[in-house]
């Protein structure tokens, strides 16, 4: 089964597709991000590479529109976030703890969540819903598992099918927060070359990771971050142990791969 991309109305295909400007983030009086800056082009995958505490998760969340900055601005294909996340242009894959496993939803609920925005408020799905439900799910090789409960997948089973909502959704730039955390080797190996392909065929992705010895492999380019951007570079560049002592606040040198 093929799959096909759902045409947005989107900006100039020269345009950036994800451009941050400034952001600043505050949680009471805790600093979470710091004047940070980002621009992507379409077809790329960037790493975010950070210790826990970096501001990874509340980027991601900025980004989606789901917490506001104090100052600066997001634009996602030419467009706010609200705007973005409405026309299904951006995705988002969480972090496992973020999600309530116990709630009753089958993976092919979950998946077809994706296709909301072309429903009416009725949520009946169309022939076009199930056929890109069915073709998402066929992509991250879950088709066989469609019934089965969302909380009884394994850890890396359970990323694919939140990929698959995405790619359901036809989302022109996906974000994933540690899509690699506790995952098996097949669904890593599964969710990187998905991620190469979809960046192939035009698409942008953002995708934070502890695991810094498969990011150059996975990742055209890195972001360094520690509440501001400390660098942004090509992967090995990054990945420099002088350049992750800035981040870690001690020498990884020979630890990169642990």
């Keep these: 089964m093929t799959f096909t991309r759902t045409g947005h109305a ?8 994800l451009v941050v400007r400034g952001l600043t983030v505050h949680y009471g009086d805790v ?10 082009q379409r077809g790329t995958i960037c790493g975010l590479v950070g210790m826990n505490g970096s501001g990874k998760s509340t980027l991601f969340k900025a980004i989606m529109g789901s917490v506001k900055p104090d100052r600066g601005t997001v ?5 706010p976030p609200k705007r973005a996340r409405k026309r299904g242009i951006v995705g988002y894959v969480p972090q496992s703890e973020d999600v309530d496993w116990s709630f009753p939803l ?4 979950v998946v ?7 429903q009416n408020f009725t949520r009946h799905p169309r022939h076009a819903d199930r056929e890109a439900v069915a073709a998402a799910l066929d992509r991250v090789e879950l088709s066989d598992l469609a019934g089965r409960r969302i909380g009884a997948l394994s850890g890396g089973q359970r990323k694919r099918a939140f990929v698959a909502r995405g790619l359901a959704q036809g989302a022109e730039v996906l974000l994933l927060d540690e899509p690699f955390a506790g995952v098996d080797r ?7 070359e998905l991620l190469r392909e979809l960046a192939a065929d035009g698409r942008t992705v953002l995708v ?5 010895e498969g990011l150059p492999r996975l990742a055209d380019e890195a972001i360094l971050l520690l509440r501001r951007v400390l660098m942004h570079s090509t992967p090995d560049e990054v990945l420099r142990p002088e350049n992750l002592a800035r981040a870690f606040g001690f020498d990884l040198t020979g630890r990169a791969g642990e």
């Design 106 to 109: 089958s993976v092919y609920d």
């Design 31 to 40: 600093l979470a991000l710091d004047d940070v800056s980002i621009t992507l």
């Design 75 to 79: 634009t996602i294909e030419g467009l």
């Design 10 to 17: 989107a900006g100039a295909a020269s345009d950036p597709a």
């Design 112 to 118: 077809m969540m994706g296709r909301y925005g072309f």
């Design 186 to 192: 097949r669904s890593e190996a599964t969710i990187t």
């Design 208 to 212: 934070s990771s502890h695991d810094l």
